[in-house]
């Protein structure tokens, strides 16, 4: 508003307009704050887990008829796994207790600690598999890809590119089809 090339008569409605836009501002982000607290009030801390705590895995098991299995009866936790390292106060690596192999980084949420009697073994009744696709291993030596594109071994077979010419694919290489001329039937009432 400092500025002098505003019209006289519209000055005081931006001037207006300003005021009540920083009010405006002032109480959503009031509004907030108290949102924020209540939501924080009712929200119960996170258990903290230390370096070497023995968790269950929160598992998500699917149905499968042909093994017989179904998921109403499976455990909905299995372990005990151990932690490994802390990432964050929400987020854990875990590992395999006997054989040290890291399973994967869990939230809070997904983990349950493990309580058992002294001399217990306990062990995971289905092992946790990751999920996804599986890392790659930077450090091993390059392999020499595969080329990508014609696989060889279609012989005799007929390949259509995407140029619209059509081709037979034989041992030789490439040869090219001629392409069939097309008859349209015209409709009766076209041809007067």
């Known amino acids: 508003m400092s500025k002098d090339n505003y019209v006289p008569q519209i000055t005081p409605y931006l001037k207006n307009f300003i005021n009540r836009w920083e009010e405006i501002k002032e109480k959503a982000e009031t509004q907030q704050d108290r949102r924020k607290d209540d939501a924080d009030n009712k929200r119960r801390p996170s258990k903290q887990y230390q370096v070497g705590d023995l968790v269950l ?77 599986p890392k790659t291993d930077r450090n091993r030596d390059t392999v020499a890809k595969p080329p990508t594109g014609r696989v060889g071994g279609l012989e005799g077979e007929y390949v259509a590119p995407s140029d619209g010419s059509a081709r037979d694919c034989t041992s030789d290489g490439y040869v090219a089809r001629s392409r069939r001329a097309r008859t349209v039937r015209v409709p009766a009432r076209f041809s007067q």
């Open 57 to 133: 895995l929160a598992s998500h098991h699917r149905s499968n008829a042909s093994q017989g299995k179904t998921r109403k009866f499976m455990p909905k936790r299995d372990g005990p796994y151990v932690i490994s390292k802390v990432f964050s106060p929400t987020t854990f690596c875990v590992s395999d207790r006997d054989t040290k192999a890291i399973v994967g980084k869990f939230h809070t949420h997904d983990l349950t600690p493990f309580v058992s009697a002294p001399g217990d073994t306990v062990r995971p009744v289905q092992p946790h598999r990751p999920r996804g696709r």
